[in-house]
């Protein structure tokens, strides 16, 4: 029997999703946004880099007070065995855990906490010209906020709002995403994956101020250490964009993808998709085929 979901140490049939896999109204999580997920990919049905995905996990949960019930060992096997039963070889993973409905008190201190694990064959989402020639961005009237108001380094649901807001924006002024600065006026990242630039031969990134460190974004830097390419995290500003070469994306979801154009405050900047975003791209692409 393949199985798309695990749910509370429980597998679900695809045909049960409606009865089993449904929350109850009066979810803590829901009402509250005390929740947290992972994305993860799968290739060639081994899971990519998932042990520093369930890492953050648990991380994301414990910036947000509350437990996950179940070790990094014990998803990283869960997860595989998922994988390993589909009918495909590609896709894409999300682990979530919520407080749930034991309580709706505004605490939580008595809610009880699940979690789920579901699999999917989700492509990427963009075509393969935006992967080779590059993505249009807007710019978000939302910014990242002040590590002081927010659990800004967890990778928590509720944090999610406004790059769902800018996201949907950005499509309907025709663009494909937004640029996000962030309560100081710093260059951030896009809604959903952090971005770099390219001057000079250097790879450049904003620090991570107030925003998720991507587990994309760390590879990258990874890769280009090992290669002998400077790497620098910074502070950068929408003035800094005329300097750089090149721009790209990094996440999960997307992989890597480059930048054609970023259009903000009433000026448009264009950028070409240069060899370093493509060996970028190649040297990503063999770090998934030997299932690292």
Known sequence: MAYSLWLDGQWIEKEAFGELGSLPVMTHGLHYGTAVFEGLRFYEGRVFQSDRHYQRFGQSA??????????VQALQTVTQELVSGLPYKDGYIRAIAWCGEASMLVSHRLSNVRVAVHAAARPLPYTQDQYQNGLHLTGSCWKRPDPQTAPVHSKAAGLYMTSSMSKKKAEEEGCDDALMLDYKDRIAEATSSNIFFVRDGALLTPFPHSFLKGITRQTCMDLAKDAGIVVQEGDFYIQDLSSMQEVFLTGTAIE?????????????????????VHWMQKEFRKLTQKGL
Not at 62 to 71: E, G, K, M, N, V
Not at 266 to 273: I, L, V
Request: hydrophobic share 45%; net charge neutral.
């Open 62 to 71: 414990r910036f947000l007070d509350f437990d996950i019930p179940y070790s």
């Open 256 to 276: 890597i993808v480059p930048v054609a154009s970023i259009t903000l405050g009433g000026q448009k900047w264009s950028f070409s998709a240069g060899p370093m």
